[in-house]
């Protein structure tokens, strides 16, 4: 199984974010063999298994015998329990990312695998999110997945297996409280026993389509509204819905607003209301034939 790696070159310089379990490993192992300068990073949480995972990255590094040492960064400041892994998660890029900034590395890889994709797409599906349909991208301007359509969980065990390497499981992979935990050992399962097959290489390659169709339908709305300097009512109101409520959450911007808030948004260019209050704090009004916001910021 070949990861994707075309956009890499032999004078491309690689961190690689490994956490200590099977995927992160087994990405270390792969990228270790590519002609590529690589540099293992592990971001320290302050869990309880934080010792154990750093361990694990060190005895792999040295079983592999990679040129670099791995290096250990901690993220500053205590995360709380409240949405820990969705702040572990952006604390964790945000370091990564700054350390191959200031160290002149191209790429940030991360081991996500055909597995991660599914559990994603699912994840957006159930929170309403149509862009998240697309799932992730192997390329995310400097983050780069090599294994996330080319890897299953039980091939980076394997790999880890193969080369003698030894991983934690995270015990917060199988922690219920989290949704993707959930959708993981239950509904996965569930869908694979109702459809009497693997469905997610399914939902995976689906992803690629969703995320192409994605691309498309956004271009065209960008270049649809606004296109002139103002941004006018009665161009966005004479857009067929499709392209206009996405040229509406593009034009509002990050973070993305709802479809509904979008749909009220569109309400208000074809005169069925005035002004309008949609979520993120951001207020949306009509004068004079031409289309406003302001977001005010929270208290």
């Given at each position: 199984m070949?990861?994707?790696?075309?956009?890499?070159?032999?004078?491309?310089?690689?961190?690689?974010?490994?956490?200590?379990?099977?995927?992160?490993?087994?990405?270390?192992?792969?990228?270790?063999?590519?002609?590529?300068?690589?540099?293992?990073?592990?971001?320290?949480?302050d869990?309880?298994?934080?010792?154990?995972?750093?361990?694990?990255?060190?005895?792999?590094?040295k079983?592999?015998?990679?040129?670099n040492?791995?290096?250990?960064?901690?993220?500053?400041?205590?995360?709380?329990?409240?949405?820990f892994?969705?702040k572990?998660?952006?604390?964790?890029?945000?370091?990564?990312?700054?350390?191959a900034?200031?160290?002149?590395?191209?790429?940030?890889?991360?081991?996500?695998?055909?597995?991660?994709?599914?559990?994603?797409?699912?994840?957006?599906?159930?929170?309403?999110?149509?862009?998240?349909?697309?799932?992730?991208?192997?390329?995310?301007?400097?983050?780069?997945?090599?294994m996330l359509?080319t890897?299953?969980?039980?091939?980076?065990?394997?790999?880890?297996?193969?080369?003698?390497?030894?991983?934690?499981?995270?015990?917060?992979?199988k922690?219920?409280?989290?949704?993707?935990?959930?959708?993981?050992?239950?509904?996965?399962p569930?869908?694979?026993?109702?459809?009497?097959?693997?469905?997610?290489?399914?939902?995976?390659?689906?992803?690629?389509?969703?995320?192409?169709?994605?691309?498309?339908?956004?271009?065209?709305?960008?270049?649809?509204?606004?296109?002139?300097?103002?941004?006018?009512a009665?161009?966005?109101?004479?857009?067929?819905?499709?392209v206009?409520?996405?040229?509406?959450?593009?034009?509002?911007?990050?973070?993305r607003?709802?479809?509904?808030?979008?749909?009220?948004?569109?309400?208000?260019a074809?005169?069925?209301?005035?002004?309008?209050?949609?979520?993120g704090?951001?207020?949306?009004?009509?004068s004079?034939?031409?289309?406003?916001?302001?977001?005010?910021k929270?208290?």
């Open positions: 070949k990861i994707n790696s075309s956009k890499i070159n032999s004078d491309s310089k690689i961190v690689v974010a490994c956490s200590g379990g099977s995927d992160s490993l087994a990405l270390l192992a792969l990228l270790n063999d590519l002609d590529v300068e690589i540099q293992p990073i592990y971001v320290d949480h869990t309880k298994q934080a010792s154990k995972f750093w361990k694990a990255v060190k005895k792999a590094c079983k592999l015998q990679v040129p040492e791995p290096i250990k960064l901690e993220i500053e400041g205590a995360l709380g329990k409240s949405n892994e969705e572990a998660r952006n604390q964790r890029y945000k370091l990564l990312n700054n350390w900034k200031e160290n002149s590395y191209d790429y940030v890889a991360v081991g996500h695998t055909i597995d991660d994709q599914t559990e994603t797409v699912l994840f957006n599906l159930i929170r309403g999110s149509v862009e998240g349909l697309g799932g992730m991208q192997v390329f995310t301007k400097n983050i780069w997945r090599p359509f890897h299953r969980k039980e091939d980076t065990k394997q790999i880890c297996n193969e080369n003698k390497i030894k991983f934690v499981d995270d015990k917060a992979n922690n219920s409280k989290y949704a993707r935990v959930q959708i993981r050992s239950e509904l996965i569930m869908m694979n026993q109702i459809m009497d097959r693997d469905v997610s290489p399914i939902i995976a390659r689906n992803s690629q389509i969703i995320r192409s169709e994605n691309h498309f339908l956004n271009n065209l709305a960008k270049n649809s509204w606004p296109k002139e300097d103002e941004p006018l009665k161009n966005l109101a004479d857009l067929d819905d499709v206009a409520l996405r040229a509406i959450r593009m034009w509002i911007g990050y973070p607003i709802r479809s509904r808030d979008a749909k009220r948004v569109l309400d208000v074809r005169g069925k209301s005035k002004a309008t209050q949609i979520e704090h951001v207020r949306v009004w009509r004079k034939g031409v289309m406003y916001f302001e977001r005010k929270s208290k």
